[in-house]
């Protein structure tokens, strides 16, 4: 596979979510847990998936980093809902690092700047309005903090 849109993914609610779906849309890939210290981002990230229509936040549960998401996606939904309010798009619990590791994760950490394995919770990875990946953002960078919010405003430019 070798374009964003040729992954399907399950979404907590147990439906399949085919990326292509997404086509024409800026989508920030977020790998979340519920009991990181990073958690609290998902504020943010409800904020930026309201403020942008053409603007797809997708969250993915991952347990790989100090075991921080041990839920279910049901545990993960509610959790989510009830505590920061998301309405955004969520995908089913997957590995995002790893001898297992998801294609799609595969893929994104291969087609990014830099190349390479996600460091920890609430990494985010940037796509444009093109399937390109065109942003990878650590931890450290809020979903609220400038350098991602300018790179948001180029990612909804028209696809070239």
Request: hydrophobic residues 45%.
């Amino acid at each position: 596979m070798t374009s964003f849109y040729d992954f399907t993914l399950k979404t907590l609610e147990g439906r399949d979510l085919a990326l292509a779906s997404l086509r024409g849309k800026a989508v920030l890939v977020v790998n979340v847990a519920s009991r990181c210290g990073y958690t609290p981002q998902y504020e943010g990230l409800e904020a930026l998936s309201k403020a942008h229509k053409d603007l797809v936040v997708l969250g993915v549960p991952a347990n790989e980093f100090g075991a921080q998401e041990p839920g279910s996606d049901a545990e993960i939904k509610a959790f989510c809902e009830s505590r920061y309010g998301v309405s955004f798009l969520m995908a089913s619990k997957l590995v995002v690092k790893g001898d297992t590791q998801h294609p799609l994760f595969a893929w994104l950490t291969a087609s990014a700047a830099p190349p390479g394995d996600i460091q920890w919770n609430f990494e985010k990875f940037l796509i444009d309005r093109a399937g390109r990946v065109v942003g990878r953002f650590r931890s450290g960078v809020t979903p609220t903090s400038a350098e991602l919010g300018a790179a948001i405003a180029k990612a909804l430019e028209p696809a070239t």
